[in-house]
């Protein structure tokens, strides 16, 4: 069986110091021989924002006929998912954003049309990573971001206690992180970790 790993690169700027962070995780993960890894940059996802108009809550499905269609399976099948992202502004950036705003048709399928997102089986075996970074070095950088990132694993089935976090602020320049002392190996470290707890769970 292969573990299959479903990443987001959600910055407008591409392999800026979020990216590097995800890229860090990624190859310590698929030094594994049993991990599928999938990168996804969400500047060529053509993801549009929700329109906000529920029809999901009828239909099972979005209205709207864009990248989405494509990611909408990809998220259920995925072993763990890895949000990395920059924060603008004090939150999560808008492309970002967009991606979570449209798991909105997961919520409606488990809340309104109570049908399961994925199979009962599956639940509780599943993790999730969100990885950003920031230019201001002050602690609350990330917190406007956290529930956002928290409800998105929550509407596709990964709980809190399955998701892990690695957040670098300080680094605003593109390539800073890469003087940042310790993101590097944290970032290999938590690659490696996920994969084994992942292996564990799913009996490999």
Not at 15 to 22: F, I, P
Not at 60 to 81: E, F, S, W
Not at 135 to 140: E, F, K, P, V
Not at 174 to 179: L, Q, R, S
Request: include cysteine.
């Amino acid at each position: 069986m292969t573990i299959k790993v479903l990443a987001f690169a959600g910055s407008p700027r591409r392999h800026g110091n979020s990216e590097t962070l995800l890229d860090w995780v990624l190859g310590s993960m698929g030094e594994d021989k049993d991990v599928s890894i999938e990168k996804i940059a969400l500047t060529e996802a053509n993801v549009n924002p929700c329109h906000g108009c529920n029809a999901c809550e009828k239909l099972n499905k979005c209205v709207q006929r864009d990248g989405m269609g494509i990611l909408h399976d990809k998220l259920i099948d995925a072993d763990c998912i890895i949000l990395a992202a920059p924060i603008f502004c004090m939150g999560i950036n808008a492309q970002t954003k967009s991606l979570i705003d449209r798991a909105q048709v997961f919520r409606s399928r488990k809340y309104v049309l109570k049908l399961p997102v994925v199979p009962e089986e599956r639940k509780g075996k599943r993790l999730g990573i969100f990885l950003a970074t920031a230019g201001q070095d002050w602690d609350h950088v990330f917190d406007a971001a956290k529930p956002s990132v928290k409800c998105f694993y929550h509407v596709i089935d990964i709980r809190d206690a399955d998701i892990s976090y690695l957040m670098i602020n300080g680094v605003d320049e593109k390539g800073a992180i890469a003087n940042h002392p310790t993101a590097k190996q944290d970032a290999e470290k938590l690659g490696r970790a996920t994969i084994a707890e992942l292996k564990k769970r799913l009996a490999l």
